[in-house]
Structure formats: C-alpha cells, structure tokens
C-alpha cells in the first residue's frame, strides 16, 4: 500500500509572506514534521515520519505543500 507524505513546493513557497516569516503550514503540523529552522526560511518536511494528515496543506494559504502517494 503506498503511503502518503507531505511535499513543500519550494517555487511557490515565500515564508516571507507569512506573519513573522513563520511558516503556518509548519505551525500547524501537530506532530512537528514540517520544520523551519529559522524564520523566513523555507520548511523542511521530514517524509518518513509524515503520515499524510494534510493539516499543513490545508493550512499554507500559498498552497505550497501538497501531499504525494509514494
């Protein structure tokens, strides 16, 4: 059965546009998979602990981060 993951889109992501240049699609991963070291960087997803909830797809309002069957 494939699995599904989140992916960041790094063309359409700008944490710059996010309040504070905190990602809120980082912000709203409840299990802390999608990270941003610093502010106004870019989120790193951590895909093989992803288990494809979808929160932080619903929550990116630049829809930079959709998820993937793998």
């Known amino acids: 059965?494939?699995?599904?993951i989140a992916?960041?889109?790094?063309?359409?992501?700008h944490p710059?546009?996010?309040?504070s240049g905190i990602c809120v699609a980082a912000l709203a991963c409840t299990r802390k998979l999608l990270k941003q070291e610093a502010p106004y960087e870019a989120p790193m997803a951590d895909p093989s602990l992803c288990k494809g909830c979808?929160?932080?797809v619903?929550?990116?309002p630049l829809k930079a981060v959709e998820i993937v069957s793998m």
């Open 58 to 60: 619903r929550a990116c």
């Open 1 to 4: 059965m494939p699995s599904k």
């Open 54 to 56: 979808g929160d932080c």
């Open 16 to 19: 710059d546009t996010c309040e």
């Open 7 to 13: 992916l960041v889109d790094y063309k359409k992501c």
